[in-house]
């Protein structure tokens, strides 16, 4: 039992270094005395781990030191194939070729058998919507850097390019990373707006600490001079999430406003609950009224809008456009004639 909680030890310092001795003793199910003793043993057997105090301390293997290569049970290996490939699909992984690289290799490591079964499962898996465009996938450093930096709580200056493939550079409270619909997005305080944004994070063309107070040239402050003890924190600019800040949340809201060639506004007859259920917050906004749920959204085509209502499968009103309505009742019209179609004797299928 020892060896194996040492064992699993290990694999903790792998996988999330700078775990605390409560956050591994509970995760062992052990003591923190018992953790410390862990640790002596994993240095007594060659791998070196070093304790650290303060906010951002606690285990972790010395940098530099390489473990000898992974070994996956059959449900291992399938977990992280799979999790490449949805990831490929998703447009949750990064890079352009990351995913294939990292499958390549984990491939080449595989014993025969079940390297077979895992190819098996690539050539044979089917998907039931299209990829997510390559374009979509953000690099890895500027993800990285922007989740250390929310996670942290450090402003970053970013070099964002636009839809309209504009260049700009801007300071930004990173307040969380959000992937949604197959896209990254980083939400926080910008400060050349004074409001909270959201940035696509495949535009992020570079992101990098921010320049310390008293320091707008980036020069190095204080701190970082000649003859002056340089922390962790020193020359950065911090700040404090909001009490209550969703970035998913805002993310979704944010994306539902974005601007299109129609404002819609329907009333549905049906339970708040129900509609919420139904219609997503990134597609409309839902508020209750005493005549039912009143829907606010913009639309780039007055038809697909139609198509989505119909298919609620419950009364509504429409209140504005006007184009709404003549959309429904085309719609109705298709319909009503596909009903009223009789097949031809020669299109029934022989019994």
Known sequence: ???????????LLQAAPGLTGPELAARLEVDERTVRRYAVRLSELGVPVEAARGRYGGYRLLPGYRLPPL??????????????????????????TATE?????????????????????????????????????????????????????????????SWRQESSERDLDPYGLVFHSGRWYVTGLDHASGQVRTFRVDRVERVE??????????????????????GPEAGRRSFEVPDGFDPVAHVVASLAAVPYRHEVEVLLEMPPAEARERV?????????????????????????????LAGLGRPFTVVTPDGLREEVRALA????????????????PPV
């Open 280 to 308: 997503p917050a990134s597609v409309a906004t839902l508020t209750p009224t005493p005549r039912g749920v009143l829907l606010r959204a913009r639309a780039e085509r007055l038809d697909g809008m139609a198509l989505m």
């Open 1 to 11: 039992m020892t060896v194996t909680r040492v064992l699993a030890l290990l694999e």
């Open 209 to 230: 600490p921010a320049a310390g107070p008293g320091e707008p040239d980036g020069r190095p402050g204080p701190a970082e001079r000649p003859g002056r003890a340089r």
């Open 333 to 348: 019209g298709r319909l009503a004639r596909c009903a009223d179609a009789v097949p031809a004797p020669g299109d029934r």
């Open 71 to 96: 070994m996956f049970t059959d449900d291992e290996a399938a977990a992280v194939v799979l999790g490449l490939l949805a990831g490929r699909r998703t447009g949750l992984s990064v890079g352009e």
């Open 101 to 161: 690289s990292a499958l390549a290799k984990i491939q080449r490591v595989l014993p025969r058998a079940l390297r077979e079964r895992v190819e098996a499962v690539q050539a044979t898996l089917g998907h039931t919507r299209d990829p997510a465009p390559a374009e979509a996938r953000p690099k890895a450093g500027p993800l990285l850097t922007l989740a250390e930096a929310a996670r942290r709580g450090h402003t970053v200056r970013l070099a964002y390019r």
